[in-house]
């Protein structure tokens, strides 16, 4: 007898006068509540089932009216009960009940009551089957490895077994030997079931052997056949006694195994039929449930006796042992109310219990200390002297005034130059020069000490950081910060499109509440690039004019400066597997050019340009950028219509690789009813078919990794040529940053990727908005219906309000969130005065794209392996990149051939930027 006692957290009597066995009890979601609570299930000899939702109180554990849910009558006795998916046209829980002659699936109904009657359940029947032999026991599980559906498997008192697939009845088999049946259970990781036969031997069969071997009629039939195939053991295992139950356990943290409860022992066995070990046990068990412990690979068990003891086990080391008030047929483990692994057990009388081990909790209540009068004269000196030491110490900071309790400050320092020697060693990029790692140093300090904090770092692709989690154990003060060191490279051959880095901390405050602390910071334009030879001519050029006299660009980017003699006038940045950009300044003007053959390659480059000559003259008031040209909405009209042709193919890559799985799974149903089939007829090429549809499907896979890939490229140079756009509307414009934030918020350069919602049709929407409110003509254009939200046919649509967008805005309408409407006077002008009283652009000057001209395709692969959208004026080649030509295999359309039309950079230039190459021409000359 053990010293300790199994605490009672609930319990109730389940009848009078019924009997229960090992099988009549299970416990699950079987209502299928959003809570995810418990309930138990018990079914009774005499046809009794009862459903329990216990709701136990602190002062009584015995059952109250409403923990009872629902009581239904059967028709027949109930032999065993379990849960499972066992509908095919849902995925919810549902419950499986066994009779002696049938077996039937239900669904748990509840209806919600009013005022204070609470919910009434119902017993739905979703279908049954009859049986033709008495029924023993069932088990459950995904028959053949099938997802997310449970099949049933039922033992007759003859050793039939009997396979049903939810509604349908699949097939039958005897298993050879058998003379009285034993308990069965189903091994999911080998797709196998195991039993233990009358000659106390444990027996595995695989369930595709089941299911192509030969039909009988008799025991003696089915291992007498001369034709077609008899169920075969797969392994066999003796234990030399009687087997009271069997347990397969599965758990996270240890393998997979096979438990059999004897009258004396306890056997634990491996998949393949291996013993693992076996524990004597020196009384009379009466029913055992494995479940997970918290030590890997090991396996706790409990173990009812008929000494009214439950034993726990941890593998084979007895751990604990504690009184019961029953002799239990049956046990469970499952969280009641708000208590995880409550101890549930059924008796076979019927006496339900839910009990937890340990020791009662104390109900010892401290007393209320004696009460005294207030002395109010003490309270006013004790409360002087406090005072007079705060003002002792008020000089002293003991904390920063900027950190309040429980504040968590993320500081990031980065280093101003890259790593010698760079760090980047996984990086794919392939260039002469070796690709540079940028280190930063992340800072942690609190007002008070915190512990587990987790910082996340995110940036941008294809930069990628070298520890995108860091744990901090604990956090120091303000004089000892924690600290931690990562380091950033360019991963990937494609164009940088940002260069900003999200730091995140995750944190609980002491009073437990869940914080999170946030701070971003800039890497250095050197980690993706660096100073070359500037380039004499390029196809894409780009005028910045200021309000100041020029400055040396060496002095702007003294980081990128190739050579020292070079001239102060001209600089080239090279980017890393990627184009080269140029930038020139006037000795004549107070202008810049940025130029390169890549026109979505310029936007780092410009970016930075901005920021530099924008410190530079940062205590000037007056200083002032401004753009003078055609905004470049051809080249990035192109960006998107290859962005669009992309995602169209990527949609119909999905499509037909719905198709072919489709068609895969059609004729491996046709080939495996060609061998369940008891005259083999010929396979008429099915397996010619197969492989071929196989190998369809891996090439589909193929061309859509590809196109994935492809168009992560195209949404970067999007991104960039967005960004450039932006811009340069921002400064041929002026605009101030209210505005600015409207217009980045519609024309937006954040491309997200996913199913729902893509880039084209939110932008088209936010433009479509902007062009009925604040930049509407009339009444007329307030009326325009929306469009639906789903990937557009064409990009037309799309191209024209971009154009129309920037064609209103240059003649003098305002972007404004609370949607104005401008007169109908201001639109109906051909040209307005912009706000230095110069013309504003005409429908040339925006760059508008015409009906006849078309988009230069995607280029192919360079020898470094990275993409880049090429805008020059070629013709249609011959070639083809990769993607189309697993394309083209599988019966796609290719991309679409496409050529450009660009407007060269010399209509419409500046004459006083005509100087520009001039003078690089000269300088090299004279070098």
């Given amino acids: 007898m053990s010293l300790f006692k199994a605490r009672e957290l609930w319990y109730t009597y389940v009848g009078s006068g019924e009997t229960f066995d090992q099988g009549c009890i299970c416990v699950g979601n079987v209502n299928n509540h959003s809570s995810r609570a418990t309930k138990i299930i018990v079914g009774s000899f005499s046809g009794e089932l009862r459903i329990y939702d216990p709701n136990p109180s602190q002062t009584d554990a015995s059952t109250k009216a409403d923990d009872l849910m629902l009581e239904v009558q059967l028709d027949q006795a109930i032999l065993q009960v379990t849960t499972g998916k066992f509908v095919s046209s849902s995925d919810a829980i549902h419950l499986a009940v066994l009779h002696p002659r049938k077996v039937a699936v239900y669904t748990v109904a509840g209806t919600a009551g009013v005022v204070e009657h609470g919910c009434q359940y119902q017993l739905n029947l979703m279908y049954s089957h009859s049986l033709q032999r008495a029924a023993f026991n069932m088990t459950q599980g995904p028959f053949g490895n099938v997802k997310g559906r449970d099949f049933l498997c039922v033992q007759s008192m003859d050793g039939v077994l009997s396979f049903f697939e939810q509604e349908s009845?699949?097939?039958?088999?005897?298993?050879?030997?058998?003379?009285?049946?034993?308990?069965?259970?189903?091994v999911s990781r080998t797709d196998s079931f195991v039993t233990v036969s009358s000659s106390w031997n444990v027996e595995c069969y695989r369930y595709q052997v089941l299911a192509v071997a030969q039909d009988a009629d008799t025991k003696e039939d089915s291992q007498k056949s001369s034709s077609g195939k008899r169920v075969a053991i797969d392994w066999s295992y003796e234990i030399g006694e009687n087997a009271i139950d069997?347990?397969?356990t599965s758990f996270p943290k240890s393998p997979q195994h096979i438990y059999i409860l004897g009258e004396r022992s306890v056997y634990c066995l491996k998949e393949n039929g291996s013993l693992r070990f076996m524990k004597k046990l020196e009384y009379n068990p009466s029913c055992f449930l494995p479940y997970a412990a918290l030590k890997e690979n090991t396996v706790n068990l409990l173990v009812c006796t008929h000494n009214q003891t439950v034993m726990i086990y941890q593998d084979m080391i007895l751990k604990w042992a504690a009184q019961l008030t029953t002799v239990p047929v049956a046990i469970k483990v499952a969280r009641i109310s708000d208590h995880d692994s409550m101890i549930i057990t059924l008796d076979e009388e019927g006496k339900l219990y839910a009990s937890y081990l340990g020791t009662d909790p104390t109900f010892f209540a401290p007393c209320a200390p004696e009460s005294r009068e207030i002395n109010y004269e003490q309270m006013d000196r004790e409360m002087g002297v406090v005072m007079n030491q705060i003002k002792q110490h008020s000089g002293l900071d003991i904390l920063p005034k900027s950190l309040s309790d429980n504040q968590l400050v993320i500081s990031v320092t980065t280093a101003g130059h890259v790593d010698r020697p760079s760090q980047a060693t996984e990086s794919s990029v392939k260039d002469d020069q070796p690709i540079p790692s940028v280190s930063a140093t992340i800072s942690l300090k609190s007002s008070s000490p915190l512990t587990s904090v987790v910082a996340t770092v995110t940036c941008k692709p294809p930069l990628a950081c070298s520890r995108s989690t860091i744990n901090f154990p604990t956090t120091g003060d303000v004089r000892a910060p924690a600290t931690s060191s990562v380091f950033f490279y360019l991963k990937e051959p494609y164009l940088v499109s940002d260069l900003s880095v999200q730091v995140s901390a995750a944190f609980s405050s002491q009073t437990g509440v869940s914080k999170v602390s946030h701070a971003a910071f800039n890497l250095p334009l050197s980690v993706c690039c660096y100073g070359t030879v500037p380039v004499k001519t390029a196809q894409h050029k780009l005028t910045i004019d200021t309000n100041k006299p020029p400055v040396g660009l060496n002095a702007l980017f003294p980081d990128f400066i190739y050579d020292a003699n070079s001239a102060a006038n001209a600089i080239g940045i090279q980017m890393f597997a990627g184009p080269k950009v140029t930038i020139l300044a006037s000795k004549t003007s107070q202008r810049y050019r940025i130029q390169s053959d890549s026109f979505e390659g310029m936007w780092l480059v410009i970016k930075e340009f901005m920021e530099r000559i924008s410190r530079h003259f940062s205590k000037m008031k007056d200083f002032q950028l401004s753009f003078v040209g055609s905004v470049p909405l051809q080249e990035l009209q192109g960006l998107i219509s290859t962005h669009w042709q992309l995602r169209k193919n990527a949609d119909k890559l999905k499509e037909l690789m719905s198709d072919r799985a489709n068609q895969f799974r059609t004729i491996q149903r046709r080939l495996l009813t060609r061998f369940k089939d008891k005259t083999p007829a010929p396979l008429q090429n099915l397996d010619t078919l197969l492989e071929g549809t196989y190998q369809q499907l891996l090439a589909l896979a193929d061309a859509a990794l590809e196109n994935d890939r492809d168009l992560l490229i195209t949404s970067a140079s999007l991104s960039c040529g967005v960004n450039i756009v932006n811009h340069l509307i921002k400064l041929w414009l002026n605009l101030n940053q209210e505005q600015f934030t409207i217009l980045q918020s519609c024309l937006t350069h954040v491309i997200n990727h996913n199913d729902e919602?893509?880039?084209?049709?939110?932008?088209d929407a936010a433009l479509t908005h902007l062009l009925t409110t604040c930049l509407s003509k009339s009444a007329k254009d307030q009326s325009v219906s929306q469009a639906q939200l789903k990937l557009p046919d064409d990009v037309t649509r799309l191209h024209k309000h971009i154009t129309m967008v920037c064609d209103r805005l240059g003649k003098g309408c305002k972007l404004?969130?609370?949607?104005?409407?401008?007169?109908?006077?201001?639109?109906?002008?051909?040209?307005?005065?912009?706000?230095?009283?110069?013309?504003?652009?005409?429908?040339?000057?925006?760059g508008v794209i015409h009906e006849d001209s078309t988009i230069s395709n995607m280029d192919s692969p360079r020898e470094d392996g990275s993409r880049f959208i090429k805008k020059s004026p070629v013709a249609e080649s011959d070639a083809v990149n990769s993607f189309d030509k697993h394309s083209r295999s599988m019966g796609l359309p290719p991309l679409i051939s496409r050529t450009s039309n660009v407007a060269g950079e010399g209509e419409g230039e500046v004459p006083d930027l005509d100087d520009m190459n001039a003078d690089y021409l000269s300088l090299q000359s004279n070098d």
Avoid: K
């Fill in 757 to 763: 919602q893509g880039w084209e049709e939110s932008v």
């Fill in 246 to 248: 069997i347990q397969v």
């Fill in 169 to 186: 009845f699949s097939f039958s088999r005897f298993l050879p030997g058998c003379l009285l049946p034993g308990p069965l259970r189903y």
């Fill in 816 to 846: 404004a969130m609370d949607g104005v409407v401008l007169p109908d006077t201001v639109m109906t002008e051909t040209r307005e005065q912009n706000g230095n009283g110069e013309p504003g652009p005409t429908g040339h000057q925006l």
